[in-house]
C-alpha cells in the first residue's frame, strides 16, 4: 500500500516534481528498500537533461514508446525489422530493462509501475494534444468516441502487434502488460486490449 507521497510520486508527470515527492518520501523514513529502487529507477529514466533550458529532464521511458512508435510498421517495410530490433534494444539496454528484470521482484514490480506510469502519461498526453484529436491538419476535432478507438489502436500496434512482430514478446513484455492494464483503468468497460 503506497503512502500519499508516493500515491502522489506514481499520478505527477513533471520530472522534477517526482524527483521532490520521491525526496520527501525518503527524507520521512518510508520504505527505505523500496524508495531505493525508486530513485534508482528514478536516476536511469531521467538520466538525460532535455533540450529545454534548466533543470528540465528527458524522460528516457517516453523515449522508449517514441521508438516503439516510430517503428510501429517495421513488419510491413523491407529490411525494417532488423534496424527497429536494433533501435528498440538499444533503448531498453540504455534503461536498463534486462538488468532491473534479473534482480529481485521488487526490481521487477517497481520497473513494471514505472511501465504503467509510462503508459498513463502517454494517454494523458494524447488526449490533451489538440493535433491528436483532430482531422484535416487540425481543422476538424474528432469525436471522444473515435479518439479513445485511435489510442486503443495506437496502444495495440505499439504495445502488442509490434512486439509480437519483431519477436521482442519477452524484452517488452512488461510495457504490453502495463499497456494492457492502464487502457482498463483509463477506460474500463470499455472492452480492452486483447
Not at 521532490?20 to 530513485?39: F, M, P, T
Not at 521488487?106 to 494534444?129: A, G, I, T
Not at 471522444?144 to 519483431?166: C, F, G, M, W, Y
Request: with cysteine; charged share 35%; glycine share 4%.
Amino acid at each position: 500500500m503506497d503512502t500519499p507521497t508516493i500515491a502522489a510520486y506514481y499520478r505527477e508527470s513533471d520530472p522534477m516534481k517526482r524527483r521532490a515527492l520521491l525526496e520527501k518520501s525518503i527524507a520521512e523514513g518510508e520504505d527505505a528498500q523500496e524508495n531505493a529502487v525508486r530513485k534508482e529507477l528514478w536516476e536511469i529514466r531521467y538520466s538525460e537533461s532535455s533540450d529545454a533550458k534548466g533543470a528540465a529532464r528527458a524522460d528516457g521511458f517516453l523515449g522508449l514508446w517514441m521508438t516503439l512508435e516510430f517503428n510501429r510498421d517495421a513488419d510491413k517495410k523491407w529490411f525494417a525489422v532488423k534496424r527497429a530490433r536494433r533501435e528498440i534494444a538499444q533503448q531498453l539496454e540504455k534503461l536498463h530493462f534486462a538488468e532491473f528484470e534479473k534482480k529481485s521482484e521488487l526490481h521487477q514490480e517497481l520497473l513494471y509501475r514505472e511501465c504503467c506510469h509510462l503508459v498513463k502519461l502517454y494517454m494523458e498526453l494524447c488526449e490533451r494534444d489538440k493535433n491528436y484529436n483532430n482531422l484535416l491538419f487540425g481543422l476538424v476535432s474528432i469525436s471522444s468516441e473515435r479518439a479513445k478507438e485511435k489510442l486503443q489502436n495506437d496502444i495495440i500496434h505499439t504495445a502488442v502487434k509490434l512486439p509480437a512482430a519483431l519477436q521482442m514478446e519477452e524484452e517488452l513484455g512488461l510495457i504490453t502488460k502495463a499497456a494492457k492494464e492502464m487502457y482498463e483503468v483509463q477506460f474500463p468497460g470499455e472492452g480492452g486490449i486483447s
